[in-house]
Nanobody, 126 residues
């Protein structure tokens, strides 16, 4: 299995930027499609972005398209999420997750991810 640890969250004003990182350990990171999800208080966990095993394919929720960029560095076993033009509605706990299936792309379905990090809080003030 793979262990995931997120970092980079914090408090930022609307319009600002943050870069989240997710460090992976355990099995070969490049074996896994990975993604970012978020959960705001009182809401279900929702898809933010995902990336295929070698980074060829990326996927975004409509709400973040054009503002967020997902990337991965398999040599460093690290997943990133660059978040620009942040809005108060982006406030949530952000989780990285890994899908154990061998697929060519990556899923937006939270139920298809088996491995999860502990989350990092992102708070955007207005």
């Amino acid at each position: 299995q793979v262990q995931l640890v997120e970092s980079g969250g914090g408090l930022v004003q609307a319009g600002g930027s943050l870069r989240l990182s997710c460090a992976a350990s355990g099995r070969t990171f490049s074996n896994y499609p990975v993604g970012w999800f978020r959960q705001a208080p009182g809401k279900e966990r929702e898809f933010v972005s995902a990336i295929s095993r070698y980074g060829a394919r990326t996927y975004y929720a409509d709400s973040v398209k054009g503002r967020f960029t997902i990337s991965r560095d398999n040599a460093k076993n690290t997943l990133y999420l660059q978040m620009n033009s942040l809005k108060p509605e982006d406030t949530a706990v952000y989780y990285c997750a890994a899908d154990r299936r061998t697929i060519s792309g990556a899923s937006a379905n939270v139920r298809e991810y088996e491995y999860w990090g502990q989350g990092t809080q992102v708070t955007v003030s207005s």
